[in-house]
T-cell receptor, first 114, second 116 residues
Framework: EPEVTQTPSHQVTQMGQEVILRCVPI?????FYWYRQILGQKVEFLVS????????KSEIFDDQFSVERPDGSNFTLKIRSTKLEDSAMYFC????????????FGQGTRLTVV | AQTVTQSQPEMSVQEAETVTLSCTYD???????LFWYKQPPSRQMILVIR??????QNATENRFSVNFQKAAKSFSLKISDSQLGDAAMYFC?????????????FGDGTTLTVKP
């Protein structure tokens, strides 16, 4: 069964460092998303991406964040200068079409900023 | 903006018994989707069940069923014959019919403990 895969599963980084989280969406999917879940809190939408551009973003997704699809398979989330409060679980998701019923989630990357 | 409320931070159930998790939401829209996701200790988000708002019939998936009350904006999840593997955090989520498929609003979650 096709699945969304994320790497790494856990990343530890020092405050102020740049970090890139990677996702490989399902191969024929066209819409991509990032979510964040701070430990013990709800899952929050960050950004959606289609046709090589951001289609929607939340208030959380400030200038510290960026996304791109550098090649035909990867979808990345970059945090330029990490802060302690960026420590969270980050989920990637994808859909074939904008109107699909639901998205397929990856297994998440746990980011720890020290 | 839509909001999703899960009023039970924690619930517990005896193995083989039935438990119901509550979810209410607020929206002015008439067309939307509702979901229950399971998040086990591995932290992966697993879709349990979904409900289209235009369908009157409550969705069922094996031991999982929902009680969808559109007028009351209520969407509860019933787990029958609870198993140890059902222990997880459960999130209720709302997605507007007109937004991107991947953009959902999640509740705060309910941690379910299953006692042997």
């Amino acid at each position: 069964e096709p699945e969304v895969t994320q790497t790494p599963s856990h990343q530890v980084t020092q405050m102020g460092q740049e970090v890139i989280l990677r996702c490989v969406p399902i191969s024929n999917h066209l819409y991509f998303y990032w979510y964040r879940q701070i430990l013990g809190q709800k899952v929050e939408f960050l950004v959606s991406f289609y046709n090589n551009e951001i289609s929607e973003k939340s208030e959380i997704f400030d200038d510290q964040f960026s996304v791109e699809r550098p090649d035909g398979s990867n979808f990345t989330l970059k945090i330029r200068s990490t802060k302690l409060e960026d420590s969270a679980m980050y989920f990637c998701a994808s859909t074939l079409d904008r109107g699909d019923t639901e998205a397929f989630f990856g297994q998440g990357t746990r980011l720890t900023v020290v | 903006a839509q909001t999703v409320t899960q009023s039970q931070p924690e619930m517990s159930v005896q193995e083989a018994e039935t438990v119901t998790l509550s979810c209410t939401y607020d929206t002015s829209e008439s067309d939307y989707y509702l979901f229950w996701y399971k998040q086990p200790p591995s932290r992966q988000m697993i879709l349990v069940i979904r409900q289209e708002a235009y369908k009157q019939q409550n969705a069922t998936e094996n031991r999982f069923s929902v009680n969808f009350q559109k007028a009351a904006k209520s969407f509860s999840l019933k787990i029958s014959d609870s198993q140890l593997g059902d222990a997880a955090m459960y999130f209720c989520a709302y997605r507007s019919f007109n937004t991107n498929a991947g953009k959902s609003t999640f509740g705060d979650g309910t941690t379910l403990t299953v006692k042997p």
